[in-house]
């Protein structure tokens, strides 16, 4: 997040939280994703977080089918795709690293709808009307970002 915010000049600290924190109730909700992100949400209001980043917390979850508003609920939606599919990359390699990916190998698997069959295609594809930037530069950024927090990653 900390990246994209960089390409399209928005608040780096911000975005940055929003992708830190969307994930925050997983471990509450992970056996009711309908309730996934509106239990962070909650926890999240009550606090001095930016309005902004707690909505698109909370609108992240596609089950809820809220719209998305903001740049930062776009992107933060669109990311989080592009990241499972650069972890389960990651893990099928040899050495199971990030650093042993690139922009082709990911995009090989991109293409390949059996692969990481949950992440959504479509999702990420989105990236290009909503953030104007190519599928490909988005997995450049969070290559380059993950590989930045690769050892916090455990990748």
């Keep these: 997040m900390r990246g994209l915010a960089r390409k399209l000049d928005e608040d780096e600290e ?3 939280l929003a992708g830190l924190l969307h994930d925050l109730d ?7 994703p309908s309730r996934h992100s509106l239990v962070a949400y909650d926890i999240l209001e009550k606090t001095d977080l930016d ?30 795709e592009i990241t499972g599919l ?8 040899p050495e199971k690293k990030l650093s042993a990916l690139t922009r082709e190998s990911v995009m090989k698997k991109f293409k390949n709808k059996s692969f990481a069959a949950g992440v959504d295609r479509e999702v990420v594809k989105l990236v290009e009307p909503w953030l104007g ?3 490909e530069e988005l997995v450049d950024i969070c290559l380059e970002e993950m590989n930045k927090i690769s050892d916090e990653l455990g990748l």
Excluded: F, M
């Design 51 to 80: 309005g902004e980043v707690a909505l698109a917390i909370k609108r992240h979850n596609p089950a809820h089918k809220l719209e998305l508003e903001t740049l930062l609920d776009k992107a933060l939606y669109s990311a989080e």
């Design 133 to 135: 930037i190519s599928v």
């Design 26 to 32: 997983w471990e509450q909700t992970k056996d009711e």
């Design 86 to 93: 650069l972890t389960a990359c990651a893990l099928v390699q």
């Design 14 to 16: 911000k975005w940055g």
